[in-house]
């Protein structure tokens, strides 16, 4: 549909693995509905914030740098007609836009080969935006 990675979501994408910023630059050519790279590397620091805060359940996130020197793992949002983050998910759930975007990262995974998990298939602790390496 013609979308493409605005500046700040290509940045966001550059301490990810490269097979998943390949997911997601063939993501943006083939989705239909515009999204935003919103996190990739999380430091440490702001993992143990987001614990506390109840945003998430583990210091084992794959946003934090991984072995290998990357991170696992982004959060996308849906983006309106402004251009403005739709954050709510929808219903029934995945509701558009959000399914949108999830068809277009797991169409994407599937050409590459390249086996993702995305956070808003698991029947507890749902995460809509969040997509990591499986
Ligand atoms: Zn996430």
Do not use: C
């Not at 702001?46 to 959060?75: E, I, M």
């Amino acid at each position: 549909m013609g979308f493409k990675l605005s500046l700040s979501s290509r940045g966001r994408l550059a301490d990810v693995h490269p097979d998943l910023t390949r997911v997601v630059e063939r993501a943006i050519e083939i989705t239909d509905v515009d999204f935003r790279v919103a996190e990739g590397l999380r430091s440490l620091e702001r993992q143990k914030l987001n614990v506390k805060n109840g945003v998430s359940k583990t210091l084992h996130s794959k946003h934090l740098r991984q072995p290998d020197g990357y991170a696992h793992a982004v959060d996308l949002y849906p983006l309106d007609a402004d251009g403005k983050l739709v954050l709510d998910w929808g219903s029934p759930w995945p509701g558009r836009p959000w399914a949108g975007v999830n068809w277009a990262m797991k169409t994407a995974a599937r050409e590459l080969d390249i086996a993702i998990v995305w956070v808003g298939d698991w029947p507890k602790f749902r995460d809509g935006p969040h997509y990591e390496l499986a």
